[in-house]
């Protein structure tokens, strides 16, 4: 949690560097396995550019429009959507930086809810 809220926060998004948007990208359960085997943590931060990360991070944590879109935007609208970083990673994202407001969520999470009982559906 501290990572993504010292590096994400309103007051630093702005100057996120490659070398902490690797950090942040490689901290989250979505992305972890395919940092190990894939090197997905230097792909992410080679195959986008620091103000694109920097842009569209900050579109999805400090927006106003409805978080539904948000996250629509990062995955699919070419203005926003990041390469290697799917909707896993942006729902998870979201529950680390803001955690008062949403949970954390990624396709693992929702497989246990499920495992649980819970209809996410």
Same mark, same amino acid.
């Given at each position: 949690?501290?990572? @993504?809220? &010292?590096?994400?926060?309103?007051?630093?998004?702005?100057?996120?560097?490659?070398?902490?948007?690797?950090?942040?990208?490689?901290?989250?359960?979505?992305?972890?396995?395919?940092?190990?085997? @894939?090197?997905?943590?230097?792909?992410?931060?080679?195959?986008?550019?620091?103000?694109?990360? &920097?842009?569209?991070?900050?579109?999805?944590?400090?927006?106003?429009?409805?978080?539904?879109?948000?996250?629509?935007?990062?995955?699919?609208? !070419?203005? @926003?959507?990041?390469?290697? @970083?799917?909707?896993?990673?942006?729902?998870?994202?979201?529950?680390?930086?803001? !955690?008062?407001?949403? !949970?954390?969520?990624?396709?693992?999470?929702?497989?246990?809810?499920?495992?649980?009982?819970?209809?996410?559906?």
């Amino acid at each position: 949690k501290t990572l @993504f809220a &010292r590096l994400l926060s309103e007051s630093n998004i702005d100057k996120l560097t490659k070398d902490e948007a690797r950090q942040v990208y490689a901290n989250l359960h979505s992305g972890a396995m395919r940092t190990r085997r @894939f090197g997905a943590d230097e792909k992410f931060v080679t195959e986008n550019s620091i103000q694109k990360i &920097r842009t569209s991070l900050k579109y999805l944590l400090y927006s106003n429009d409805e978080l539904d879109l948000r996250i629509h935007n990062l995955c699919l609208n !070419p203005d @926003f959507k990041l390469s290697q @970083f799917k909707s896993s990673g942006t729902q998870e994202l979201i529950g680390w930086v803001t !955690p008062d407001k949403y !949970p954390i969520r990624n396709d693992k999470a929702d497989e246990a809810l499920k495992l649980l009982g819970y209809d996410l559906d």
